[in-house]
């Protein structure tokens, strides 16, 4: 058994709903291990496995450094601020334990597999509350975690009997009254300080994300990105209408929009195929790996509203099957602001390219390629986030990069199109200075809230959500932006043809972005 082997066997044990988002066989019948002492039984177990892969010289270079990069920041955490006594995680974790084996990529169903996660649900939640113990968890997470209880009450008695796998045998009863019951154990909690600390975030920083430098000079080039990108949002603006502020510029995207809900289907898979078309010459796409987009099941459509639930989530590594599933949007009782929040600025920058065509889509395609087995499965899209943080770099930054990629196509992106892509760019140095600012210590959720809404222009109804994820997830933001910066000043370095180095890029799968930069060098491929 190899070290990645020993690894996996590890976090599927503890994980196992990792494990059927990964597409590992096995483990789809248990939900993770919590309660009094997990927390402590991990942190010994994964400090005796990080001695085992330090001192295994045999080990490819890459999976070593990602490996004991992920373990390190995992032994911090359960030394300091465990996921075993946050209840979003333990909600999260039930919710698509169960949800994960009604995607298409769960297809052909299993039943039965489904019905002893339905039924580990009760002792799994009584559990999480033995973890948490009465201590203090700060009150965003138990907002969200409640939120999401109240929703998957509603799904278990309602609509998972939409889905085409029901079984009414299915113990979904007592499992909508556990989250219920979790939900009011919940009040009262007293209020805890959601940073991280200084040391935790410069290991995040260092290790997962390999950066050569910390918190304070990421907020220093985040400022100063969020003030230049400021000032290019109001010039951009001017050249294209003088009387007109680049917010209400934007603002106006909205109004150009399909027809009606069919438009919006046939709209993006247009949108989509234009993008593969656009980037020949710059980047080689994903055609033979298969992207179907359809309308968001019924069943799934509430539940969705509240949870960690993704409209294009990455194929699992380790059975991709020939393709994925991307959902879109459908209305509710408001056809207008449907048809607006669908407007085909957002369908052609967020849906097509930054998830389907050449964004997520290809890179995930490459990936299922990769030489490293990790390198085939650390991008994986798991109940609260990305498998393996330090890939993200990587990940979202190529996905963030490919939006601006295609204005180097000539006539694809209208002039109001690029101003909207600045706003993104701006948005994500926003993004830094909220998750370095909250996890130093520096600003409270209300503040960073308020400087989102204030001052970042981010939409009302995404501000309380945007901040606390950021606050459970020490380093998750800053890897947008990051991962742009360090991809562009790759391709700067690169002496040969833009779609070599996109392919370069693309060809080691999910990894760290310091890890391709490596292979480039040694390659030969970049310039001093």
Request: glycine content about 8%.
């Amino acid at each position: 058994m190899t070290a990645v082997d020993t690894y996996l066997a590890h976090r599927f044990d503890w994980r196992p709903v990792d494990a059927t988002f990964m597409g590992a066989e096995g483990h789809d019948q248990r939900l993770p291990r919590t309660g009094a002492g997990a927390a402590e039984a991990e942190l010994a177990e994964l400090t005796g496995l990080i001695a085992e892969v330090e001192a295994d010289a045999s080990l490819d270079p890459s999976d070593r450094q990602m490996l004991l990069a992920e373990m390190r920041v995992e032994e911090s955490s359960l030394a300091t601020r465990p996921r075993h006594r946050n209840p979003a995680w333990h909600t999260g974790e039930t919710a698509f334990g169960v949800i994960s084996l009604l995607l298409p990529q769960s297809a052909p169903w299993r039943g039965e597999a489904i019905a002893a996660r339905l039924a580990a649900i009760p002792a799994f939640l009584q559990d999480g509350l033995t973890a948490i113990g009465g201590a203090p968890v700060p009150a965003g997470w138990v907002a969200r975690a409640q939120g999401e209880c109240a929703a998957m009450a509603t799904f278990l008695r309602e609509d998972i009997q939409l889905h085409e796998a029901y079984e009414p045998a299915w113990p979904t009863g007592p499992a909508a009254a556990a989250f219920e019951a979790y939900a009011d154990a919940l009040t009262g909690l007293p209020d805890a300080d959601p940073a991280a600390g200084r040391a935790h975030l410069e290991l995040v920083m260092r290790e997962q994300h390999r950066l050569d430098f910390g918190p304070d000079e990421a907020l220093a080039r985040a400022r100063a990105a969020f003030d230049r990108t400021t000032r290019e949002l109001e010039e951009m603006a001017r050249a294209i209408d003088p009387a007109t502020p680049w917010a209400d510029q934007i603002a106006a995207l909205s109004a150009l929009h399909p027809a009606d809900e069919a438009g919006v289907l046939a709209e993006v898979k247009a949108l989509d195929a234009a993008a593969m078309d656009a980037a020949d010459g710059l980047v080689t796409p994903a055609r033979a790996y298969g992207l179907d987009y359809r309308p968001f099941p019924d069943w799934a459509r509430n539940v969705s509203k509240a949870l960690y639930f993704l409209f294009y989530r990455s194929p699992p590594g380790l059975n991709p099957g020939q393709g994925s599933t991307y959902w879109v949007s459908r209305p509710g009782e408001d056809l207008a602001a449907y048809l607006a929040a669908n407007a085909t600025a957002m369908l052609k920058t967020i849906h097509a390219v930054h998830h389907g065509s050449v964004g997520h889509h290809t890179q995930n395609a490459r990936a299922r390629q990769a030489p490293s087995r990790l390198g085939r499965i650390a991008g994986t899209d798991c109940a609260m986030g990305l498998a393996f943080l330090g890939a993200g770099t990587l990940i979202e930054g190529w996905a963030c990069y490919v939006e601006d990629l295609l204005m180097e196509a000539p006539g694809f992106y209208s002039p109001a199109e690029c101003l909207l892509l600045k706003s993104f760019e701006r948005r994500n140095a926003a993004s830094v200075l909220v998750d370095i600012n909250i996890h130093l210590g520096h600003w409270s959720l209300d503040e960073a809230a308020r400087f989102y809404a204030e001052e970042a222009g981010f939409a009302p109804a995404r501000v309380r959500g945007e901040v606390v994820r950021n606050s459970m997830f020490p380093g998750s933001r800053l890897m947008y932006w990051i991962g742009v910066e360090g991809i562009r000043d790759l391709r700067a370095r690169w002496t040969g043809t833009a779609e070599e180095f996109h392919d370069t890029l693309l060809s080691l799968g999910h990894v760290p972005l310091a890890t391709v930069a490596e292979h480039m060098a040694d390659t030969g491929r970049l310039a001093a």
